[in-house]
């Protein structure tokens, strides 16, 4: 067996054996698993059925992840990113009251399935590759760090810590609510344990918060393994009929910021991986277009699922610090997803909801928001301060995703500064014209919105 899976994998070229990768796929499934537990939680206020989507997200998982195994042969896991699922809930299904797009969970489906297809179609021209190089760093790194501050807002507001203030739109909540307790408790305890660099901290910060919300009576233990929910209620549900094609500016807009986010996240993560496996050479990633594939084949078999856009994992890196250098260890993640099907009602006591003042919220689930918000900070400091012509635009998109609660706001005021600056310093030229054009066309939609 061992030569078989050496022959496929190649692990003695890679420096590796299969000891080594069975622990960094079970290394890499503990720190990534949070996202079984909190995709289904997020995507339920666009109106999705949980049950259906925890299914959605463990097998779309598995798939993208065996496709990274077999075609690339690389360590990474891929699942429903954190803030591409925000986007899809509160953004595309927003209110339009509220500054979200109004389209329905089931047309939302839809548009990630087109910018996956295109994802696809477009992986042998080079264009990924072009898309990502035209958009300013500091500008990449801004729409992150504002993702993560939009997530994190969204957890304090789960926590109950952060409530509505009708003086100040948000104040401090009631520290002392069993609630809110059960979320503090949970992050601090996934906080001790990332300082001792402890693997699976998020996770663990789930568990801690389980177990006091069980004691305190914020949830209640309905049992450990179950057959999985059914997966009929999002199964092919996508509609391309509920698209408002009379609004198609905003279609393209939303097809474009998914696709924008899922490359950018995508050749991040890859890139980071990559570095730490010591998979580069020359600089350069030897099966880049077989991994971006993987994730747009993701990407399609999640929307025809039922869930939002899948995306490669930067807790694939806890896996290779501990020896991962292969597919092999993402066939084991992968296995490991697909048994996780089995376990919904710990979904289900996990997801618990508790009404307060009229908002549900969910305090489980809220301090791996919180923990995650803060890991996507760290990409501040590649932003050029001292550049104001694209610390500014980083700036605003950065400030304007947690304080609208939309990303695709933040990326708009972020590409519309970013032109109107390069063009009043005559620097016009440093952007690519891609730029100017869906800075021109935010600033459209803007001036065509009925507010």
Same mark, same amino acid.
């Given at each position: 067996?061992?030569?078989?899976?050496?022959n496929?994998?190649?692990?003695?070229?890679?420096?590796?054996? *299969?000891?080594?990768?069975?622990?960094?796929?079970?290394?890499?499934?503990?720190?990534?698993?949070?996202?079984?537990?909190?995709? /289904?939680?997020i995507?339920?206020?666009? #109106?999705?059925?949980r049950?259906?989507?925890?299914?959605?997200?463990?097998?779309?998982?598995?798939?993208?992840?065996?496709?990274?195994?077999?075609?690339?042969?690389?360590?990474? +896991?891929?699942?429903?990113?954190?803030?591409?699922?925000?986007?899809?809930?509160?953004?595309?299904?927003?209110?339009?009251?509220?500054? #979200?797009f109004?389209? =329905?969970?089931?047309?939302?489906?839809?548009?990630?399935?087109?910018?996956?297809?295109?994802?696809?179609?477009?992986?042998?021209?080079?264009?990924?590759?072009?898309?990502?190089?035209?958009?300013?760093?500091?500008?990449?790194?801004?729409?992150?760090?504002?993702? #993560?501050?939009?997530?994190?807002?969204?957890?304090?507001?789960?926590? #109950?810590i952060?409530?509505?203030n009708?003086?100040?739109?948000?104040?401090?909540?009631?520290?002392? %609510?069993?609630?809110?307790?059960? =979320?503090?408790?949970?992050?601090l305890?996934?906080?001790?344990?990332?300082?001792?660099?402890?693997?699976? %901290?998020?996770?663990?910060?789930?568990?801690?918060?389980?177990?006091?919300?069980?004691?305190?009576?914020?949830?209640?233990?309905?049992?450990?393994? =179950?057959?999985?929910?059914?997966?009929?209620?999002?199964?092919?549900?996508?509609?391309?009929?509920?698209?408002?094609?009379?609004?198609?500016?905003?279609?393209?807009?939303? $097809?474009?910021?998914?696709?924008?986010?899922?490359?950018?996240?995508?050749?991040?993560?890859?890139?980071?991986?990559?570095?730490? +496996?010591?998979?580069?050479?020359?600089?350069?990633? /030897?099966?880049?277009?077989?991994?971006?594939?993987?994730?747009?084949?993701?990407?399609?078999?999640?929307?025809?699922?039922?869930?939002?856009?899948?995306? =490669?994992y930067?807790?694939?890196?806890?896996?290779v610090?501990?020896?991962?250098?292969?597919?092999?260890?993402?066939?084991?993640?992968?296995?490991?997803?697909?048994?996780?099907?089995?376990?919904?009602?710990?979904?289900?006591?996990?997801?618990?909801? *508790? @009404? $307060?003042?009229?908002?549900?919220?969910?305090?489980?689930?809220a301090?791996?928001?919180?923990?995650?918000?803060?890991?996507?900070?760290?990409?501040?400091?590649?932003?050029?301060?001292d550049?104001?012509?694209?610390a500014?635009? %980083?700036?605003?998109?950065?400030?304007?995703m947690?304080?609208?609660?939309?990303?695709?706001?933040?990326?708009?005021?972020?590409?519309?500064?970013?032109?109107?600056?390069?063009?009043v310093?005559?620097?016009a @030229?440093?952007l690519?014209?891609?730029?100017?054009?869906?800075?021109?066309l935010?600033?459209?939609?803007?001036?065509?919105?009925?507010?």
């Amino acid at each position: 067996m061992n030569k078989v899976l050496d022959n496929i994998f190649k692990l003695s070229e890679h420096g590796t054996d *299969v000891k080594r990768e069975v622990l960094g796929g079970i290394t890499t499934f503990l720190t990534m698993c949070y996202i079984i537990f909190v995709n /289904p939680v997020i995507l339920s206020a666009a #109106g999705m059925d949980r049950g259906a989507v925890m299914v959605a997200t463990c097998i779309s998982s598995a798939i993208a992840t065996l496709c990274m195994a077999f075609l690339a042969n690389y360590p990474v +896991a891929l699942a429903p990113g954190m803030g591409h699922n925000a986007l899809f809930a509160f953004t595309i299904c927003g209110p339009l009251a509220l500054g #979200g797009f109004g389209l =329905s969970w089931r047309a939302a489906l839809a548009c990630v399935f087109i910018s996956g297809s295109l994802f696809i179609l477009l992986s042998t021209v080079g264009f990924r590759e072009a898309i990502i190089e035209v958009i300013p760093e500091s500008l990449k790194h801004g729409i992150a760090v504002g993702i #993560g501050l939009l997530i994190a807002m969204l957890g304090l507001q789960w926590a #109950g810590i952060v409530v509505d203030n009708p003086a100040t739109l948000v104040g401090l909540g009631n520290l002392k %609510a069993k609630h809110t307790l059960v =979320s503090i408790f949970g992050v601090l305890v996934a906080m001790f344990l990332m300082a001792l660099n402890v693997r699976g %901290a998020i996770l663990l910060g789930i568990v801690a918060s389980a177990i006091l919300g069980l004691l305190t009576g914020v949830t209640k233990f309905v049992g450990v393994v =179950s057959m999985p929910p059914s997966i009929a209620p999002t199964f092919f549900k996508l509609s391309f009929l509920e698209l408002p094609w009379e609004k198609f500016l905003d279609l393209i807009v939303i $097809v474009f910021v998914l696709f924008f986010l899922d490359v950018f996240d995508t050749v991040g993560t890859l890139i980071g991986v990559s570095v730490q +496996a010591g998979l580069l050479k020359d600089g350069k990633l /030897p099966k880049a277009r077989q991994a971006l594939l993987s994730d747009a084949i993701g990407t399609v078999v999640g929307a025809l699922l039922g869930t939002s856009t899948v995306t =490669s994992y930067i807790e694939s890196a806890a896996g290779v610090a501990v020896g991962a250098r292969t597919g092999l260890a993402s066939v084991v993640t992968a296995i490991l997803l697909l048994l996780s099907l089995f376990f919904s009602p710990l979904m289900e006591m996990v997801s618990a909801e *508790v @009404k $307060v003042n009229g908002m549900t919220i969910h305090p489980i689930i809220a301090p791996p928001l919180i923990i995650v918000g803060f890991l996507m900070m760290t990409s501040i400091r590649f932003i050029k301060w001292d550049d104001v012509t694209e610390a500014l635009p %980083a700036f605003f998109a950065l400030i304007i995703m947690p304080v609208t609660f939309s990303i695709t706001e933040g990326i708009a005021f972020a590409f519309i500064t970013c032109s109107l600056l390069k063009l009043v310093t005559g620097r016009a @030229k440093e952007l690519n014209w891609l730029v100017h054009l869906f800075a021109f066309l935010f600033l459209i939609r803007y001036i065509i919105m009925p507010r």
